[in-house]
């Protein structure tokens, strides 16, 4: 089966990152990483991006592509205009594939006026829009602006862009089914549900009821063409998560959920 990884994120090589990776038994370099996903039958990835916006940034083999990472900072208005310009001509590559918002990360509701002209050029140039939504890793995040409720305004406000919920919104996945249910134009990535390498078997009992819960929610739109497969890499073990959501989700949804809905969503043309 082809597999698309719709979430990743490339850091540079520092000691926060290596031991990230180190942890879930990866290393953090992209020879490494393009010879993994060589041996699980990943075909393309769709990086994240945590780089500040430049005309360089984001320079990855063609195996990659990206999202911009936008509005994580406020701007005066002299440097916001340049930034919107920088952002213009990243999506206006093909190998940009849309935007990253970090909400909960960046402390604004994802309907606050600073993302406002980032989502419109997402519109004008037919490109997803990509949320962070639910859980945020340490301290310093905010749940109330990650929870997948605070998606429904802008959702609703721009009918014609394609809206991804990040991580499903876990574990508040009733609230993210339910933006879902409301708004046609939202889709959800299964990334970054599992934390460490734990053993499947042992996880699948002891977390039963955590996996219905799941399961109910992925199955509740009776949509499957709406779910994407993503890792979160370097924060997973690569086959062990393939493994995990090969598990979690029916039978019959796994060549969309892998390969079909991220090739359509985000415009691959795989
Ligand atoms: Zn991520």
Known sequence: MKIIDAHLHLFNPDERSETMARQVGHENSLPYLENLYKSQGVVAGVVMGNQKLSPDAYRFPSFFRYCIAVGSKYQGPKEEAQTIELAEEHLKRSACVGIKIYAGYTLAYVSDARFTPYIKLAEKYDKPVAIHTGMTAGVRGQLKYSHP????EVAGAYPKVQFVLCHFGNPFLCEAAAVMEK????????SGLLSGIPDLDRYFHRHAGYVEWMRTWLRYLDDDSRFLFGTDFPAVNIPRYIEYIRRLVDEESLEKIFFHNANRIYGLGL
């Open 149 to 152: 409720l605070t998606v429904d």
């Open 183 to 190: 708004n046609a134009n939202v889709a959800a990535d299964l």
